[in-house]
């Protein structure tokens, strides 16, 4: 089975907004989905930068899908829905 690959912004605009790559949700990601899911973590999106997108932040990316203000339940519900279709 293709692993969901999460990636996880970890740069200073998101952890500001809200710190989607705190340990704490990385921790709770990787003990409810276990291999079922790969983290990736990533400097910065890059998606900071853009005019209106700063206060959108955190940012994660499900597979393709992004998910801004990335809240731990965003980013479960979307993992939940890419598990169901499989
Ligand atoms: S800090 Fe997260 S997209 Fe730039």
Request: glycine letters at 6%; aromatic letters at 6%.
């Amino acid at each position: 089975m293709k692993k969901i690959q999460v990636k996880v912004c970890q740069g200073t605009t998101c952890y500001v907004m809200g710190g989607s790559g705190s340990k704490s949700i990385l921790d709770t990601l990787t003990e409810k989905y276990g291999d079922k899911i790969e983290i990736i973590s990533v400097k910065c999106f890059e998606i900071c930068h853009k005019q209106d997108s700063f206060s959108k932040a955190p940012y994660v990316y499900v597979d393709d899908e992004l998910i801004s203000s990335a809240s731990l339940e965003k980013v479960i519900n979307v993992i939940e829905g890419k598990l169901k279709n499989e």
